[in-house]
Nanobody, 122 residues
């Protein structure tokens, strides 16, 4: 059983930064997804177990950076140059199979956190 707990959400002005963290137990491929009001949940970023391979949605590429610390068992999402359209509930997710195959498909993930709200004001 993998337990995931997100933290770090909040309210920030456009152009600002936030850092999300996910406390994750287990040797897993990790991803971040988000869901804005009235929209479907979408892929944001993902990272392999060894941290060598990362993936980003086009909408966040160049602004967000995913990283992990396997000693502390955390996966982080550094979000810079935030925009109002980044407003959403952000979820971390774990895929037991450490493979990038289907990294953007939420159905490939086995465990989910409870989500943390990120609000970007204009």
């Amino acid at each position: 059983q993998v337990q995931l707990v997100e933290s770090g959400g909040g309210l920030v002005q456009a152009g600002g930064s936030l850092r999300l963290s996910c406390a994750a137990s287990g040797r897993t491929f990790m991803g971040w997804f988000r869901q804005a009001p009235g929209k479907e949940r979408e892929f944001v970023s993902a990272i392999s177990w060894n941290g060598f391979t990362t993936y980003y949605a086009d909408s966040v590429k160049g602004r967000f950076t995913i990283s992990r610390d396997n000693v502390e068992n955390t996966v982080n999402l550094q979000m810079n140059s935030l925009k109002p359209e980044d407003t959403a509930v952000y979820y971390c997710a774990a895929k037991v199979i450490d493979s990038g195959l289907g990294y953007g498909d939420q159905d490939q993930y086995d465990y989910w956190g409870q989500g943390t709200q990120v609000t970007v004001s204009s």
